[in-house]
Nanobody
Framework: QEQLVESGGGLVQPGGSLRLSCAAS????????MSWYRQAPGKQRELVAT???????SYADSVQGRFTISRDNAKNTMYLQMSSLKPEDTAVYYC?????????WGQGTQVTVSS
């Protein structure tokens, strides 16, 4: 059973930066896409960014230009570099790996942006 484990969350001041990691128990080369989602209290989970096996990426409008998604196949890890953080970025961040017919989710990591 594939496992995804997020790390790197924490408390940061507005305007600060954080880098989230999503480590897979197996090879991430088998995922045709990997994504970051987030869920704020009382809100639905929303897609933040996706990286495809080709290396192409896509972002939600709310994070475009501030967040960067990447993957390191050698380390079986996906990253989310977050900069210019805002209070509205506060949420639990989840990673997802997609194979044909199956999605794998991590347990989430809390990001809090507050002064």
């Amino acid at each position: 059973q594939e496992q995804l484990v997020e790390s790197g969350g924490g408390l940061v001041q507005p305007g600060g930066s954080l880098r989230l990691s999503c480590a897979a128990s197996g090879s991430i080369r088998s995922f045709y896409a990997m994504s970051w989602y987030r869920q704020a209290p009382g809100k639905q989970r929303e897609l933040v960014a996706t990286i495809f096996e080709s290396g192409s990426t896509s972002y939600a409008d709310s994070v475009q230009g501030r967040f960067t998604i990447s993957r390191d196949n050698a380390k079986n890890t996906m990253y989310l570099q977050m900069s210019s953080l805002k209070p509205e970025d506060t949420a639990v961040y989840y990673c997802k790996g997609q194979r044909v017919g199956t999605n794998y989710w991590g347990q989430g990591t809390q990001v809090t942006v507050s002064s």
